[in-house]
């Protein structure tokens, strides 16, 4: 199976704070790798696919790009809704894999 | 806007056979291109892909599960089910189904999940 590892595990920010999170596969995935916001009690939330596709009505602050091992979420202006957790999902060979997730808490 | 819920018992004793059902709304399952997905999620863990079956009854199961996995659907009803057999407490977990985009393999459309805890 591919292993994701995600850096950092627990991450404490502000609002406007601009936040980037790290998701490694254990062997290249090209670019099929996609995003999650999953908050306390709720399903997680699809923010992008294909690395840097923006899910439909997803705000244009949340962005991702890389390919290969190593892979990034950037949101540009943390809001107070985005303060949650984030999972990266590999997509490239079965089974799908997720990361471990990256805990993003209010400074 | 398509909409999942899944529903089944929330308890279920080690060994026995954990039955859950998702009903779909909103859209058809055997509209196409889509997989419909069970991932489950232990309590404060990561989430962990089950498997998926297609509308013409073509299943994927997780080899870590397979053995104990079936995905059954129900066009008729709209609906698609999961059992899984001979659980134990490692087994407890928030189970969700989702709708997987055929093209990009990405669940878009999720349940909110339900909780099964095994235990005597």
């Known amino acids: 199976d591919i292993q994701l590892t995600q850096s950092p595990s627990f991450l404490s920010a502000s609002v406007g704070d601009r936040v980037t999170i790290t998701c490694r596969a254990s062997?290249?995935?090209?670019?099929?790798l996609a995003w999650y916001q999953q908050k306390p009690g709720k399903a997680p939330k699809l923010l992008i696919y294909?690395?840097?596709t923006l899910q439909s009505g997803v705000p244009s602050r949340f962005s991702g790009s890389g390919s290969g091992t190593e892979f990034t979420l950037t949101i540009s202006s943390l809001q107070p809704e985005d303060f949650a957790t984030y999972y990266c999902?590999?997509?490239?060979?079965?089974?799908?894999?997720f990361g471990p997730g990256t805990k993003v808490d209010i400074k | 806007q398509v909409q999942l819920q899944e529903s089944g018992p929330g308890l279920v004793k080690p060994s026995q056979t954990l039955s859950l059902t998702c009903t779909v709304s909103?859209?058809?399952?055997?509209?196409?291109?889509?997989?419909w997905s069970w991932i489950r999620q232990h309590p404060g863990k990561g989430l962990e892909w089950i498997g998926y079956?297609?509308?013409?009854?073509?299943?994927y199961y997780n080899p870590s599960l397979k053995s104990r996995v079936t995905i059954s659907v129900d066009t008729s009803k709209n609906q698609f089910s999961l059992k899984l057999s001979s659980v134990t407490a490692a087994d407890t977990a928030v189970y969700y189904c989702?709708?997987?985009?055929?093209?990009?393999?990405?669940?878009?459309?999720w349940g909110q999940g339900t909780l099964v805890t095994v235990s005597s």
């Open positions: 989702a709708r997987v985009k055929y093209s990009s393999s990405v669940p878009d459309y």
């Open positions: 909103g859209g058809s399952i055997s509209s196409g291109g889509y997989y």
């Open positions: 079956i297609y509308y013409s009854g073509s299943t």
């Open positions: 062997q290249g995935i090209s670019s099929y």
């Open positions: 294909a690395a840097s």
């Open positions: 999902q590999q997509l490239n060979s079965y089974p799908f894999t």
